[in-house]
């Protein structure tokens, strides 16, 4: 998943709220993959799980997997969906044993909305699609090109293979096999991913400018990274002394007969004209051709037929004729990559390949990768075991916020359901009750994502998309909303420390420290973490929106009052105190205007549009303006009481300094004055 935007100049929208749509995008997306629409995302398990064998509609029969079947089969079910969510086009590609057995378009790769433009239906072997986050499989498959040359070690300090130092916090050094499997700790960043301004992308700059923190010791906590992914490519073209995009073309998708496909930036002149026209939706215009500013993390361009050919690679049988990976490297990379001497029982649950999230579905093993840009969101799957995979891009986001994503859980859960159903009952609970009633306890609290930002003032944004676990009747768990979905979910516990959906498939695994639980793995590299109490939604929430509306009716007072002054043909106010009257009111507008300033800036970024250094500099002035008037609205407050002014003009004067104190806790508690305005 890559779900990652950066300053952006697109053509004029459709309207005033598009910013604010595509920010809710990005933010539900964070909220449901972290979820990714992003990454989001990444995660592949339905929001509605088939039920276990038993109980109605279940079903141990698959169809045939041929290309008749699945062509009817996606026939029946695209069309309608595109028309119903207003995505513009889908490409989609199948394959077992060895073999294409289909490849279909559906939908535009142009809509002809463009004055003088010609509607294109999408051809799924011409027509590139953005594949964002998936290229990652293709970064992954270069590292362990040079691992198995000997030139790369999974587990050396990645230092030695750098010509810079990258964030640590921590002593532990972080290895390839962190940056694979996404716990090198490294927080999320926003800025720079993604640019619609047509400029080329420079890796090293990226990588070495405004850089993440390290957040948590490597190896320990699921935490998506497109910097750790870039960092692996990066070291790519260090070892291999060739640059990242050539190396690739050369090594991977030349080798996979992917001659259509390419990381280049912008595409050269005989990809050009093939690649499919992104869209808000299908009403909207086509927007401008998207830089990924980390190539390795998401630049991937690549029609369905290309797509289809590298899971044929990694299924052992490479169209392009000559072997990506050997044998027994490709069986190192499609294993889980970390166990519980580094994840401790959060290894019970999905875990990372090297590259690859598992996504184990009716009893099949599955590994696969989702992808997101600002408009493209992509997902693929292989079955190592049945020698079979999916791969599906569609180029706009639809109407609502989570149609993209939606519709490809709806296809590739589909497909798993329709082709390789389960084949016997799920295991049953083997915890007894006790225990079970013990973890439950443990595990009730507020969680947030460990895909976060903690060291910005992008921190605030953690107060969105939180997760409640609650205890319910025999020790089930019950999580409002439920991982990678917007509705709650009920689990219950089938080993120590391991849940399952009741009625589903998916599983949870979590570890606990001390009585506490420390971390609950719902997705390959994902994680939930409880969230600190000075910090929590209860707490925070309700004194930042009690603080702004008081602060607000102060400044809508101001002008009411005087006018009222006038026209009663009262007296002034009492000079007495006046400095200190002038001065809180000083604060009051600049928290106010900060809460403005703070709201327009995150809403911005989270848009996926550029917000000026200069712009953050003046809303953190303005915020400390308000945190400093603190003291002369406590002037303010004990001069009223010395002077026994009245009880309304005591309280009011004491409700202002309470509103600022309030805001100044929150702005130094969220990071608001951060002195680094990275995002």
């Known amino acids: 998943m890559f779900l990652?935007?950066?300053?952006?100049?697109?053509?004029?929208?459709?309207?005033?709220?598009?910013?604010?749509?595509?920010?809710?995008?990005?933010a539900t997306l964070f909220a449901v993959a972290?979820?990714?629409?992003?990454?989001?995302?990444?995660?592949?398990?339905?929001?509605?799980?088939?039920?276990?064998v038993g109980a109605p509609g279940a079903s141990t029969d698959p169809a045939a997997l041929n290309g008749r079947d699945v062509n009817a089969w996606l026939d029946g079910l695209l069309p309608a969906a595109l028309q119903r969510t207003g995505i513009a086009g889908a490409t989609v590609a199948v394959v077992r044993d060895g073999e294409i057995?289909?490849?279909?378009?559906?939908?535009?790769?142009?809509?002809?909305?463009?004055?003088?433009?010609?509607?294109?239906?999408?051809?799924?072997?011409?027509?590139?699609?953005?594949?964002?986050?998936?290229?990652?499989?293709?970064?992954?498959?270069?590292?362990?090109?040079?691992?198995?040359?000997?030139?790369?070690?999974?587990?050396?300090?990645?230092?030695?293979?750098?010509?810079?130092?990258?964030?640590?916090?921590?002593?532990?050094?972080?290895?390839?096999?962190?940056?694979?499997?996404?716990?090198?700790?490294?927080e999320e960043r926003i800025g720079g991913l993604i640019d619609l301004a047509g400029t080329g992308a420079d890796l090293r700059k990226a990588l070495t400018t405004d850089p993440p923190e390290q957040i948590y010791e490597p190896g320990t906590v699921p935490a998506y990274s497109n910097y750790g992914n870039a960092l692996a490519g990066y070291i790519v073209e260090r070892v291999s002394g060739t640059r990242f995009e050539e190396y690739v073309e050369r090594n991977v998708l030349g080798r996979a007969g992917m001659t259509s496909s390419t990381f280049a930036q912008p595409l050269p002149p005989h990809l050009r004209d093939r690649l499919s026209n992104g869209y808000d939706d299908a009403s909207a215009p086509a927007v401008p051709f998207e830089t990924v500013g980390v190539p390795p993390a998401g630049a991937l361009s690549a029609p369905a037929t290309d797509m289809a050919r590298f899971m044929l690679a990694h299924l052992g049988a490479p169209a392009g004729g000559a072997a990506l990976l050997s044998a027994p490297t490709l069986e190192l990379m499609h294993r889980p990559a970390l166990d519980a001497a580094s994840l401790g029982t959060l290894a019970g649950g999905p875990r990372m390949t090297l590259g690859f999230f598992e996504e184990n579905r009716n009893g099949h093993r599955i590994l696969g990768h989702g992808g997101d840009t600002s408009y493209f969101h992509s997902h693929l799957q292989i079955y190592p075991d049945d020698r079979a995979g999916i791969f599906i891009s569609l180029n706009s986001n639809g109407r609502g916020a989570i149609d993209s994503h939606e519709l490809r859980q709806a296809v590739l859960s589909g497909f798993a359901d329709r082709y390789f159903p389960p084949a016997r009952p799920l295991p049953v609970r083997a915890v007894d009750a006790a225990t079970t009633a013990e973890h439950a306890a443990m595990a009730a609290g507020t969680y947030e994502s460990s895909r976060a930002m903690r060291s910005t003032f992008l921190t605030a944004v953690g107060l969105v998309g939180r997760t409640t676990v609650s205890v319910q009747d025999g020790g089930r768990l019950l999580f409002e909303p439920g991982p990678l979905s917007e509705s709650p979910a009920l689990y219950e516990e089938i080993t120590p420390h391991v849940w399952r959906e009741v009625g589903g498939q998916r599983v949870l695994s979590m570890r606990a420290v001390d009585g506490r639980v420390q971390a609950i793995g719902f997705e390959s590299a994902f994680a939930l973490l409880p969230v600190e109490p000075a910090r929590s939604s209860a707490l925070a929430v309700p004194v930042i929106a009690a603080s702004a509306g008081v602060l607000v009716l102060a400044v809508l007072s101001?002008?009411?009052?005087?006018?009222?002054?006038?026209?009663?043909?009262?007296?002034?106010?009492?000079?007495?105190?006046?400095?200190?009257?002038?001065?809180?009111?000083?604060?009051?507008?600049?928290?106010?205007?900060?809460?403005?300033?703070?709201?327009?800036?995150?809403?911005?970024?989270?848009?996926?549009?550029?917000?000026?250094?200069?712009?953050?500099?003046?809303?953190?002035?303005?915020?400390?303006?308000?945190?400093?008037?603190?003291?002369?609205?406590?002037?303010?407050?004990?001069?009223?009481?010395?002077?026994?002014?009245?009880?309304?003009?005591?309280?009011?004067?004491?409700?202002?300094?309470?509103?600022?104190?309030?805001?100044?806790?929150?702005?130094?508690?969220?990071?608001?004055?951060?002195?680094?305005?990275?995002?």
């Open 558 to 679: 101001w002008p009411v009052g005087a006018v009222a002054r006038r026209r009663l043909g009262r007296a002034p106010r009492d000079p007495a105190g006046r400095t200190a009257r002038v001065l809180s009111r000083l604060a009051v507008a600049g928290a106010v205007l900060a809460l403005v300033g703070w709201g327009w800036s995150i809403v911005s970024i989270m848009g996926l549009q550029d917000v000026p250094s200069a712009a953050l500099r003046a809303v953190q002035a303005l915020q400390l303006i308000g945190l400093l008037g603190v003291l002369p609205a406590a002037v303010r407050l004990a001069d009223d009481i010395r002077r026994r002014t009245g009880w309304r003009r005591r309280a009011a004067s004491g409700m202002i300094l309470l509103a600022l104190a309030g805001t100044g806790w929150f702005a130094v508690e969220f990071m608001l004055l951060a002195p680094d305005i990275s995002y």
């Open 34 to 52: 972290a979820t990714a629409v992003a990454g989001c995302g990444a995660g592949t398990a339905p929001t509605n799980p088939a039920p276990p």
């Open 101 to 186: 057995i289909t490849a279909r378009g559906y939908g535009h790769a142009d809509t002809g909305t463009d004055e003088g433009a010609v509607p294109v239906p999408v051809d799924p072997d011409r027509h590139l699609f953005r594949v964002g986050s998936v290229s990652k499989l293709v970064t992954a498959t270069a590292v362990m090109q040079l691992v198995e040359k000997g030139q790369l070690d999974l587990d050396a300090d990645i230092r030695g293979y750098l010509d810079f130092t990258p964030p640590r916090s921590h002593d532990r050094p972080v290895t390839l096999r962190h940056l694979l499997t996404h716990t090198a700790g490294f």
């Open 4 to 26: 990652d935007d950066a300053p952006a100049r697109p053509r004029p929208p459709r309207s005033g709220f598009r910013p604010l749509r595509r920010a809710a995008f990005l």
